[in-house]
């Protein structure tokens, strides 16, 4: 498998690319965000983005947007900007991971990895392989969300995680570390705030596709269910 690592700084690149080497991945690089998203169209198994926020001729934000356009390709952000406001619209905008700089390498691996496993096998519960809840279908084997009118809902593996997590234990209230701990798999200071994100994102898609419907409910202070119906 290949991961792309896009940054304008040639020394974090290349830095980076000693340790994807050193997991056995194959590393492809990137200095600008066009590049970036010249490279992932034309270069085969790409199976994950480690982007820079702050580049010349296209900033990560605008690399992520046109990325969402057709793809679901786990993306880890690189960024300077420490600010929680920035953390979040980098996670808003489609980005499924956030480091800031300077940064532990072995962090990054480990947040590279922890992706990779919820892109390629999302859901190890032993749930049902359909469910139906509400106004959704959830097909665990292919992670297809529909409607019922037969509209797909692109979701990223997280937000797949997510969803599938709460639909498949319906009425249980899970809080925002239960979830982070389940779908992404590892333990995060700001676990509570980038759940809240994909939970806001997630939310967003299934109403647009169901002309308004709350499937996912907030239980104020405690976390967040899907009711049984």
């Keep these: 498998m290949k991961i792309l ?18 997991e056995g991945y194959e590393p492809v690089s990137a200095y600008d965000g066009r590049e970036a998203l010249t490279k ?19 900033s990560g934000m605008e690399v992520i947007k046109e990325v969402r356009k057709d793809s679901q390709i786990p993306i880890l952000i690189l960024s300077a900007k ?15 991971d956030y480091v ?10 480990a947040r590279v990895k922890s992706l990779l496993r919820r892109s390629q096998d999302n859901v190890t519960d032993d749930t049902p392989d359909i469910l139906d809840i509400g ?3 959830i097909n665990k084997d292919s992670h297809e969300v529909k409607t019922i009118a037969g509209k797909v809902i692109s979701l990223t593996a997280l937000e797949f995680g997510i969803l599938y997590l709460l639909a498949s234990h319906p009425n249980r209230v899970f809080s925002a570390d239960e979830i982070f701990e389940r779908v992404w798999r590892q333990e995060s200071i700001i676990s509570a705030k980038t759940v809240m994100v994909h939970v806001s994102h997630l939310r967003d898609k299934i109403e647009e596709a169901t002309n308004g419907e709350k499937v996912i409910q ?12």
Aim: proline share 6%; hydrophobic share 45%.
């Design 218 to 229: 907030t239980v104020w202070g405690v976390g967040y269910k899907i009711e049984s119906h």
């Design 5 to 22: 690592v896009v940054d304008d700084d040639k020394e974090i690149a290349q830095l980076l690319e000693i340790y994807i080497k050193n």
């Design 100 to 109: 800031t700089k300077p940064f532990n390498p072995l962090e990054v691996m």
């Design 135 to 137: 106004p959704l279908i």
């Design 82 to 96: 420490t600010a929680d406001m920035d953390k979040i619209q980098g996670l808003i905008t489609g980005g499924d």
């Design 40 to 58: 992932l169209r034309t270069t085969p198994d790409i199976g994950l983005m480690i982007l820079d926020i702050m580049m010349p001729e296209m």
